[in-house]
T-cell receptor, first 111, second 115 residues
């Protein structure tokens, strides 16, 4: 079945450093991947979408890459801030157009 | 207006109660979704409405009954729920259900507790 795997362990980094989160997928070749941010008790917030023909996409301090050979997307937050602490979810639309979600990676940025 | 609103924010109900969750968007989106989310899990799709018609029901028990009165509103009617139905219920919308890659806009959710 189509599946997404994200770092299951929480990621702790120091303020100012770059956070790198990983999303690996199997049994499918999605046309695009989406990244969302979710704060506790709140709905996910869309951050970035990257298509299969795009190697890299940037938005302010965020950068996403998409490697269709490795079946992997990397999500980078540069110059991280404590306000970036949240859970980050990777998703793609499966062959029935329903979003398939990873479990998310919890990021904690320490001041 | 780029917001999805949900009411109420919190809901506590007994197993014999009937209640409803409400969701509203004014972005002109033609797809609307109900998700259920348990702690430390990703959102789990329940229903999809496409152009105000139910297009996907993920084998959700009949104690959950969705309704889409118009293109801006989505309701979820609850009846005879079980304690294991306690979760965060999220509403989302997207521009066009047929578009590949269209992002979903989520509401803040309703925290439901079933006693």
């Amino acid at each position: 079945s189509q599946k997404i795997e994200q770092n299951s362990e929480a990621l702790n980094i120091q303020e100012g450093k770059t956070a790198t989160l990983t999303c690996n997928y199997t049994n499918y070749s999605p046309a695009y991947l989406q990244w969302y941010r979710q704060d506790p008790g709140r709905g996910p917030v869309f951050l970035l979408l990257i298509r299969e023909n795009e190697k890299e996409k940037r938005k302010e301090r965020l950068k996403v890459t998409f490697d269709t050979t490795l079946k992997q997307s990397l999500f980078h937050i540069t110059a991280s801030q404590p306000a970036d602490s949240a859970t980050y979810l990777c998703s793609f639309a499966g062959n029935n157009r329903k979003l398939i979600w990873g479990l998310g990676t919890s990021l904690a940025v320490n001041p | 207006d780029t917001e999805v609103t949900q009411t109420p924010k919190h809901l506590v109900m007994g197993m014999t109660n009937k209640k409803s969750l409400k969701c509203e968007q004014h972005m002109g989106h033609r797809a609307m979704y109900w998700y259920k989310q348990k702690a430390k899990k990703p959102p789990e799709l329940m229903f999809v409405y496409s152009y105000e018609k139910l297009s996907i029901n993920e084998s959700v028990p009949s104690r959950f009954s969705p309704e889409c009165p118009n293109s801006s509103l989505l309701n979820l009617h609850l009846h005879a729920l079980q304690p294991e139905d306690s979760a965060l219920y999220l509403c989302a919308s997207s521009q066009d259900p047929g578009l590949v890659g269209n992002e979903q806009f989520f509401g803040p959710g309703t925290r439901l507790t079933v006693l």
